[in-house]
Protein backbone atom coordinates (compact mmCIF):
# COMPACT_ATOMS: atom_id res chain seq x y z
CA UNK A 1 0.00 0.00 0.00
CA UNK A 2 1.35 3.57 -0.72
CA UNK A 3 1.29 6.46 1.80
CA UNK A 4 -1.25 8.11 -0.57
CA UNK A 5 -3.43 5.18 -0.58
CA UNK A 6 -3.02 4.65 3.57
CA UNK A 7 -4.14 8.11 4.01
CA UNK A 8 -7.54 7.91 1.86
CA UNK A 9 -8.05 4.87 3.65
CA UNK A 10 -8.38 6.80 7.28
CA UNK A 11 -11.89 7.91 7.72
CA UNK A 12 -12.28 12.07 7.70
CA UNK A 13 -12.77 12.84 11.47
CA UNK A 14 -15.69 13.54 12.39
CA UNK A 15 -17.01 17.34 13.42
CA UNK A 16 -17.78 18.42 16.90
CA UNK A 17 -21.56 18.20 15.94
CA UNK A 18 -21.72 14.91 14.85
CA UNK A 19 -19.29 13.69 17.99
CA UNK A 20 -21.13 14.99 20.24
CA UNK A 21 -24.53 13.60 19.14
CA UNK A 22 -23.06 10.03 18.86
CA UNK A 23 -21.97 10.52 22.68
CA UNK A 24 -25.22 11.19 23.63
CA UNK A 25 -27.55 8.65 21.53
CA UNK A 26 -25.05 5.81 22.59
CA UNK A 27 -25.36 7.10 26.30
CA UNK A 28 -29.35 7.14 25.42
CA UNK A 29 -28.91 3.49 23.44
CA UNK A 30 -27.36 2.01 26.91
CA UNK A 31 -30.30 3.34 29.19
CA UNK A 32 -32.69 1.57 27.11
CA UNK A 33 -31.35 -1.17 27.33
CA UNK A 34 -31.05 -1.35 30.70
CA UNK A 35 -31.06 -5.09 32.00
CA UNK A 36 -34.39 -3.60 34.08
CA UNK A 37 -35.41 -1.24 31.56
CA UNK A 38 -38.59 -1.27 29.06
CA UNK A 39 -37.43 -3.06 26.53
CA UNK A 40 -37.38 -6.25 29.84
CA UNK A 41 -40.47 -5.95 30.01
CA UNK A 42 -42.32 -9.25 29.55
CA UNK A 43 -45.86 -8.27 30.60
CA UNK A 44 -48.66 -5.86 31.70
CA UNK A 45 -51.37 -6.84 34.08
CA UNK A 46 -54.29 -4.64 35.44
CA UNK A 47 -55.05 -5.29 39.02
CA UNK A 48 -58.87 -5.73 39.78
CA UNK A 49 -60.79 -6.09 43.35
CA UNK A 50 -60.23 -9.82 42.78
CA UNK A 51 -57.14 -11.77 43.74
CA UNK A 52 -55.10 -12.90 40.78
CA UNK A 53 -52.12 -14.91 40.49
CA UNK A 54 -50.15 -13.77 36.89
CA UNK A 55 -47.64 -15.57 35.44
CA UNK A 56 -44.27 -16.40 36.71
CA UNK A 57 -45.00 -13.81 39.60
CA UNK A 58 -45.09 -14.86 43.39
CA UNK A 59 -48.32 -13.99 45.14
CA UNK A 60 -51.68 -12.85 44.69
CA UNK A 61 -52.11 -9.46 43.57
CA UNK A 62 -55.32 -7.27 44.07
CA UNK A 63 -56.32 -3.81 44.37
CA UNK A 64 -57.77 -1.70 46.78
CA UNK A 65 -59.46 1.35 48.07
CA UNK A 66 -55.66 2.12 49.65
CA UNK A 67 -53.47 0.66 47.14
CA UNK A 68 -52.29 -2.59 45.47
CA UNK A 69 -52.05 -5.58 47.58
CA UNK A 70 -49.97 -9.05 47.45
CA UNK A 71 -49.98 -11.92 49.25
CA UNK A 72 -47.30 -14.20 49.39
CA UNK A 73 -47.62 -18.27 49.50
CA UNK A 74 -45.33 -19.14 52.52
CA UNK A 75 -42.62 -20.50 50.37
CA UNK A 76 -42.27 -17.02 48.18
CA UNK A 77 -40.88 -13.69 49.21
CA UNK A 78 -39.97 -10.32 47.43
CA UNK A 79 -37.76 -7.83 48.18
CA UNK A 80 -39.26 -4.05 49.39
CA UNK A 81 -37.16 -1.17 49.71
CA UNK A 82 -34.35 -3.18 50.18
CA UNK A 83 -35.64 -5.34 52.93
CA UNK A 84 -37.69 -9.27 52.22
CA UNK A 85 -41.17 -8.83 52.41
CA UNK A 86 -43.44 -12.32 53.42
CA UNK A 87 -47.09 -12.84 54.02
CA UNK A 88 -49.45 -9.77 53.25
CA UNK A 89 -47.78 -6.84 51.84
CA UNK A 90 -49.60 -3.24 51.03
CA UNK A 91 -48.16 -0.66 49.09
CA UNK A 92 -50.78 1.84 50.20
CA UNK A 93 -51.67 4.46 47.46
CA UNK A 94 -49.32 5.27 44.55
CA UNK A 95 -49.83 8.46 42.63
CA UNK A 96 -50.44 8.62 39.17
CA UNK A 97 -47.73 7.96 37.10
CA UNK A 98 -45.58 6.56 40.07
CA UNK A 99 -44.58 3.38 41.32
CA UNK A 100 -42.39 0.95 43.19
CA UNK A 101 -40.01 -1.54 42.08
CA UNK A 102 -39.54 -4.70 43.72
CA UNK A 103 -37.54 -7.68 43.61
CA UNK A 104 -38.63 -11.21 42.87
CA UNK A 105 -36.48 -14.49 41.79
CA UNK A 106 -35.16 -13.80 38.19
CA UNK A 107 -35.83 -10.17 37.55
CA UNK A 108 -38.05 -7.29 39.16
CA UNK A 109 -42.18 -5.96 39.33
CA UNK A 110 -43.06 -2.67 38.86
CA UNK A 111 -46.24 -1.94 40.71
CA UNK A 112 -47.54 1.15 39.32
CA UNK A 113 -50.96 3.43 38.70
CA UNK A 114 -52.23 4.26 34.96
CA UNK A 115 -55.37 5.73 34.07
CA UNK A 116 -56.36 5.98 37.95
CA UNK A 117 -55.60 2.16 37.51
CA UNK A 118 -52.92 -0.26 39.77
CA UNK A 119 -50.96 -1.90 37.23
CA UNK A 120 -47.90 -4.85 36.93
CA UNK A 121 -45.29 -5.07 34.86
CA UNK A 122 -42.84 -7.35 36.19
CA UNK A 123 -39.35 -6.83 33.96
CA UNK A 124 -36.69 -9.68 33.29
CA UNK A 125 -32.73 -9.56 32.02
CA UNK A 126 -33.15 -12.64 30.16
CA UNK A 127 -36.24 -11.50 28.35
CA UNK A 128 -35.54 -12.50 24.69
CA UNK A 129 -36.22 -9.46 23.24
CA UNK A 130 -33.98 -7.35 25.33
CA UNK A 131 -30.84 -10.05 24.74
CA UNK A 132 -31.39 -9.72 20.81
CA UNK A 133 -31.60 -6.00 20.76
CA UNK A 134 -28.93 -4.21 18.43
CA UNK A 135 -30.09 -0.64 18.66
CA UNK A 136 -32.25 1.89 16.87
CA UNK A 137 -31.29 3.61 13.46
CA UNK A 138 -31.68 7.22 13.20
CA UNK A 139 -31.32 9.68 10.72
CA UNK A 140 -28.06 11.33 10.29
CA UNK A 141 -27.40 14.39 13.05
CA UNK A 142 -27.50 17.70 10.58
CA UNK A 143 -27.18 21.11 12.17
CA UNK A 144 -30.32 22.44 10.39
CA UNK A 145 -32.46 20.21 12.69
CA UNK A 146 -31.05 22.28 16.39
CA UNK A 147 -33.46 25.40 16.40
CA UNK A 148 -33.62 28.06 18.57
CA UNK A 149 -36.90 28.54 20.27
CA UNK A 150 -39.18 30.33 22.50
CA UNK A 151 -40.56 29.48 25.38
CA UNK A 152 -44.20 31.10 25.93
CA UNK A 153 -45.21 30.26 29.19
CA UNK A 154 -48.91 30.70 30.24
CA UNK A 155 -50.21 32.87 33.33
CA UNK A 156 -50.77 29.17 35.43
CA UNK A 157 -50.43 25.68 33.84
CA UNK A 158 -52.90 24.00 31.75
CA UNK A 159 -54.02 20.20 31.94
CA UNK A 160 -53.85 19.04 28.66
CA UNK A 161 -55.86 15.46 28.43
CA UNK A 162 -54.37 13.50 26.09
CA UNK A 163 -54.88 9.65 24.53
CA UNK A 164 -52.98 6.57 25.16
CA UNK A 165 -51.04 3.58 23.53
CA UNK A 166 -53.79 1.28 25.50
CA UNK A 167 -56.94 1.73 23.82
CA UNK A 168 -59.47 3.08 26.29
CA UNK A 169 -56.61 5.02 28.90
CA UNK A 170 -56.13 8.83 28.91
CA UNK A 171 -53.32 10.67 30.14
CA UNK A 172 -53.95 14.11 32.36
CA UNK A 173 -50.41 16.68 32.18
CA UNK A 174 -49.61 20.08 33.23
CA UNK A 175 -48.36 22.14 30.53
CA UNK A 176 -46.56 24.82 31.06
CA UNK A 177 -46.63 26.53 27.72
CA UNK A 178 -45.15 25.78 24.56
CA UNK A 179 -41.89 26.43 22.37
CA UNK A 180 -42.37 28.13 19.52
CA UNK A 181 -39.77 28.48 16.37
CA UNK A 182 -39.69 28.73 12.74
CA UNK A 183 -38.33 25.78 9.90
CA UNK A 184 -37.51 27.78 6.11
CA UNK A 185 -39.15 30.78 7.47
CA UNK A 186 -42.59 29.05 8.49
CA UNK A 187 -43.52 29.34 11.98
CA UNK A 188 -44.46 26.39 14.57
CA UNK A 189 -45.33 25.84 18.28
CA UNK A 190 -45.32 22.65 20.11
CA UNK A 191 -47.35 22.01 23.72
CA UNK A 192 -44.56 20.80 26.17
CA UNK A 193 -44.68 19.07 29.26
CA UNK A 194 -42.87 19.38 32.26
CA UNK A 195 -39.86 17.18 32.62
CA UNK A 196 -38.01 15.01 35.38
CA UNK A 197 -35.56 18.11 36.35
CA UNK A 198 -36.21 21.80 37.19
CA UNK A 199 -36.37 23.21 33.93
CA UNK A 200 -36.38 20.55 31.66
CA UNK A 201 -39.16 20.36 29.05
CA UNK A 202 -40.35 17.73 26.90
CA UNK A 203 -42.48 17.91 23.50
CA UNK A 204 -44.47 14.95 22.22
CA UNK A 205 -45.42 14.79 18.00
CA UNK A 206 -45.95 13.48 14.98
CA UNK A 207 -44.88 15.22 11.73
CA UNK A 208 -45.08 14.48 7.89
CA UNK A 209 -42.73 11.02 8.57
CA UNK A 210 -45.08 9.51 11.33
CA UNK A 211 -46.01 5.83 9.89
CA UNK A 212 -43.27 6.59 6.99
CA UNK A 213 -39.99 6.47 8.10
CA UNK A 214 -40.51 6.85 12.08
CA UNK A 215 -42.78 5.35 14.85
CA UNK A 216 -46.55 6.59 13.83
CA UNK A 217 -47.77 7.27 17.11
CA UNK A 218 -45.21 9.60 18.76
CA UNK A 219 -41.87 10.60 19.32
CA UNK A 220 -40.75 12.69 21.92
CA UNK A 221 -37.88 15.77 22.12
CA UNK A 222 -36.91 17.47 24.76
CA UNK A 223 -34.94 21.16 25.65
CA UNK A 224 -34.11 23.16 28.77
CA UNK A 225 -35.76 26.50 30.11
CA UNK A 226 -33.97 28.59 32.39
CA UNK A 227 -35.71 30.18 35.12
CA UNK A 228 -36.37 33.93 34.50
CA UNK A 229 -35.50 33.34 30.29
CA UNK A 230 -37.42 32.40 26.94
CA UNK A 231 -34.90 31.35 25.10
CA UNK A 232 -33.91 27.83 24.47
CA UNK A 233 -32.80 25.13 21.47
CA UNK A 234 -34.86 22.70 19.91
CA UNK A 235 -32.61 19.70 18.76
CA UNK A 236 -34.52 17.25 16.91
CA UNK A 237 -31.66 15.24 16.23
CA UNK A 238 -32.20 14.15 19.15
CA UNK A 239 -36.13 13.38 19.00
CA UNK A 240 -36.49 9.69 20.89
CA UNK A 241 -39.38 7.00 20.60
CA UNK A 242 -40.91 6.33 23.47
CA UNK A 243 -41.46 2.67 24.86
CA UNK A 244 -44.62 2.03 23.10
CA UNK A 245 -42.49 2.18 19.60
CA UNK A 246 -41.19 -1.39 21.05
CA UNK A 247 -43.61 -2.99 23.18
CA UNK A 248 -47.32 -2.95 23.58
CA UNK A 249 -46.72 -3.44 27.72
CA UNK A 250 -46.17 0.39 27.28
CA UNK A 251 -48.85 2.69 28.13
CA UNK A 252 -47.32 6.15 26.55
CA UNK A 253 -49.40 9.61 26.21
CA UNK A 254 -50.07 10.08 22.50
CA UNK A 255 -49.27 13.68 21.21
CA UNK A 256 -51.77 16.47 21.73
CA UNK A 257 -53.99 17.60 18.67
CA UNK A 258 -51.67 21.05 18.53
CA UNK A 259 -48.45 19.11 18.19
CA UNK A 260 -48.99 17.28 14.71
CA UNK A 261 -45.92 18.93 12.27
CA UNK A 262 -47.37 19.23 8.89
CA UNK A 263 -43.57 19.09 7.44
CA UNK A 264 -41.03 15.89 7.30
CA UNK A 265 -38.88 16.03 10.53
CA UNK A 266 -35.87 13.93 9.21
CA UNK A 267 -34.19 13.76 12.29
CA UNK A 268 -33.65 11.86 15.17
CA UNK A 269 -35.18 8.25 15.72
CA UNK A 270 -36.61 5.99 12.95
CA UNK A 271 -38.87 3.36 13.66
CA UNK A 272 -37.15 -0.27 15.46
CA UNK A 273 -37.24 -3.21 13.55
CA UNK A 274 -38.62 -5.20 15.95
CA UNK A 275 -41.44 -5.02 18.44
CA UNK A 276 -42.84 -6.80 21.41
CA UNK A 277 -46.39 -8.35 20.68
CA UNK A 278 -49.08 -8.60 23.50
CA UNK A 279 -52.70 -10.73 23.52
CA UNK A 280 -55.34 -9.52 26.02
CA UNK A 281 -55.83 -12.00 28.82
CA UNK A 282 -58.49 -11.30 31.57
CA UNK A 283 -56.36 -9.99 33.84
CA UNK A 284 -54.34 -7.85 31.27
CA UNK A 285 -51.53 -8.49 28.50
CA UNK A 286 -48.93 -11.16 28.33
CA UNK A 287 -46.41 -12.19 25.71
CA UNK A 288 -48.01 -13.83 22.71
CA UNK A 289 -45.93 -16.90 21.35
CA UNK A 290 -43.68 -16.53 18.54
CA UNK A 291 -43.79 -12.68 19.09
CA UNK A 292 -40.09 -12.08 19.86
Not at 2 to 13: F, G, K, M
Not at 211 to 227: H, K, P
Request: aromatic share 10%; charged share 25%; with cysteine.
Amino acid sequence: MTLSSAIEAVPPAQDPFTQEWEKWHDAHEERRADPHGFLAVTGLFWLTAEPHRFPGLPGEWFTSVTGPVVVLADDETITVDGSEATGTHAFGPLAERDGVTVGFDGGVIEVAKRGGRDILRPRRPDFPFLTAYTGTAAFPPDPRWRIPGRFVRFVAPRSIEVGAAVDGLRHVYDSPGYVEFTIDGEPFRLLAFDGHRPGSLFALFTDATSGVTTYAANRSVSFDVVEGSDTTVVDFNRATNLPCAYTDFATCPLPPAENRLRIAVTAGERTPQRRVHGEASADGLVPRAGSL
